[in-house]
């Protein structure tokens, strides 16, 4: 996912060419806090979606808190703009959620508007399962590192485990419930170090995160590649599953492949590679 800064129309164009999934269309921080600004962003994203090609990318919008005025009329531009998801920042509780459900229940255009949560404040941490449950319309849930760090107090330092818990437990809570997770790769002491970026997201690969969200159109690149099976991850889970098959069909529950045992969950892990690898083309879908 790329985050792109709803007041920049130029900005926009560039991330609709790039090889992101998901185009983050940011109402919120990155467009000033003042009535022109917010104002001017909404007309904007509005432009973009009608002038735009955005191919296969899904686009996502980033409206304004609940707490600040602006956030009605970017629902309202979203629904004008024909954006069925929107990512609600800086809730802690269902009731911070539901109150954006409630305006969209009596929008009489907004019947397929969904929600993406930023899950980035103590509050959003320690609620999150009731989030998670009690909040309809939600397709995913997504950690916010800069509010959370701000939130507990900590300090802005380009080191991944240090936020291990909120991103674990944010994640278990997606699975439970069937929604995505994703998180951002950021480098907050130089952009220019791509590394960091790797690093995030190898962390957040190896956690079980869907993607990354990045900041910047050079970082899709690398996240790509981190998130995408390799050929090798896809010969694997091709050899693990027809193996499987043949030794279900002569009634066995378990094979070993070169020296190592296959059990169910070496299944289900090659399942789902197999699964990301069909979305991204990479090999041909199976039959229902």
């Not at 130029?10 to 003042?34: C, F, G, P, Q, T």
């Not at 959620?97 to 993406?116: G, K, N, P, Q, T």
């Not at 309809?136 to 701000?150: K, N």
């Amino acid at each position: 996912m790329l985050l792109v800064p709803g007041s920049n129309l130029r900005m926009i164009e560039k991330a609709a060419s790039s090889d992101a999934d998901v185009i983050m269309i940011d109402l919120d921080d990155a467009v000033v806090y003042d009535d022109v600004s917010k104002l001017g962003a909404q007309q904007t994203l509005v432009e973009a979606m009608r002038t735009i090609d955005f191919g296969r990318r899904q686009v996502v919008v980033r409206i304004n808190s609940t707490d600040m005025p602006w956030w009605k009329g970017d629902i309202r531009a979203c629904v004008d703009a024909g954006v069925t998801t929107i990512v609600p920042p800086k809730c802690d509780t269902p009731e911070d959620l539901l109150e954006i459900v409630h305006f969209l229940d009596e929008s009489a255009d907004a019947a397929d508007m969904r929600m993406w949560p930023m899950i980035e404040t103590t509050g959003a941490i320690i609620h999150c399962e009731r989030i998670a449950a009690e909040v309809p319309r939600l397709t995913g849930l997504c950690f916010g590192i800069g509010d959370y760090t701000v939130s507990v107090g900590a300090h802005f330092v380009d080191i991944p485990d240090r936020v291990l818990y909120p991103l674990s437990k944010m994640l278990c809570v997606a699975r439970y419930h069937g929604l995505a997770a994703l998180a951002p790769a950021v480098a907050f002491s130089d952009m220019n170090r791509e590394s960091i970026i790797e690093e995030w997201g190898a962390f957040l690969r190896r956690l079980g995160y869907d993607g990354a969200l990045v900041v910047h159109p050079k970082h899709v690149g690398p996240i790509n590649r981190i998130f995408s099976p390799t050929r090798d991850d896809i010969d694997a889970a091709l050899e693990m599953r027809d193996a499987i098959t043949e030794a279900r069909a002569s009634n066995k529950a378990a094979v070993i492949i070169g020296g190592k045992l296959i059990e169910k969950v070496n299944i289900d892990l090659a399942l789902r590679t197999l699964a990301i690898a069909e979305k991204l083309g990479l090999v041909d879908a199976q039959p229902a």
